[in-house]
């Protein structure tokens, strides 16, 4: 997961996130949008996801597929559980990162609890979450589950045979810090774009040079000869250092995560020119994103195809890639035999629909599973 890392001079001062960018740019200059995210995002007791108030569903900026109800983790309980069943017996794990307010997880536990007591008798949960203030919150809304839950800041500190069972995320991975290249036609070649301030506002800026992490897109001459002036992507090494992570921390089961994503050749259509960074608050989509520092979310498309590059890396093997309408929909398929699924899933019928229409989350998120 993304760290907060430097936070910059006077981090206690009382002008909040916007100071201390501010700060962090009279002294060290114009800094990559990577690290204006990472403050304005993570900064402890000032970024935007550790604000107190900041959560998901209709008096929040954004919906996630937790706030249409229980169904979501309901649904992922009965894959989980038939997973975990696989595999040889032993403590098993299941691993989320990233649990925002630990609904999801309590979704998951309660239905694990109810339907496949067996599951959970040799099951622990684990959260991965680097954020004091979020496993505090995460704390008491699992308060029912707490001689079942583990909670780790980063890889490092989990044990050192890693997880076998399940290791997933919910809209993590289109959170993390990105870099945003540009393409100059005239001297063919990319640059990065970079955080200013001028004026007492954040402006972009060409930075001197693209940082060294930062994979520059390959394409084929014919679409570089064509490729407008100015033309923007961005690029997440954070994503897929984080992937290959997670893959290395996995012993034997699956990998997932549900996002917002494209393949690498999706980040190049036409339509695409200014790329897919954007920021929401209060339900309102911006692409204005350096405004309302510590205000708003920010997030960009996660590019599917170096992510799964990532794992395959690792010793992963792609299981499936899919919309979370598909994923969905298979999981109440193979469940539809079950006695008492009629009579279960009927109430939450509606929560399925939004999970799955195209307009609302079903085309939205995808869904990639990898396995070992």
Known sequence: MPTPGRAGPNMNNNRGIIGIIEDELKLRGPMPLARFMELALYCPNF????????SPGRRGDYYTSVSVGPLFGELLAGRFAGWLAALPGGQRQILEAGAHDGRLALDILRRLKTHQPHVLESLEYWILEPSVRRQQSQERTLAEFQSRIRWFDSWDTLPSDGVGGVIFSNELLDAMPVHRLGWDAARGKWFEWGVALEDGRFVWTKLNMIDP???????????????????STEACPAAVDWWRSAAKTLRGGKLLAFDYGLTAEEFFMPERMNGTLRAYHRHHASHDVLERAGEQDITASVNFTAIQDAGGSAGLVTETFSTQAQFLTDIVAASANDAGFNKWFAPHSRQFQTLTHPEHLGQSFQVLVQTR
Do not use: H, I, K, T
């Not at 970024?47 to 900041?54: D, N, S």
């Open 47 to 54: 970024g935007y996801y550790e604000r107190p108030e900041v």
């Open 213 to 231: 992490s930062v994979p520059v897109p390959v394409l084929p001459n014919e679409l570089l000869a064509v490729l407008p002036d100015g033309f």
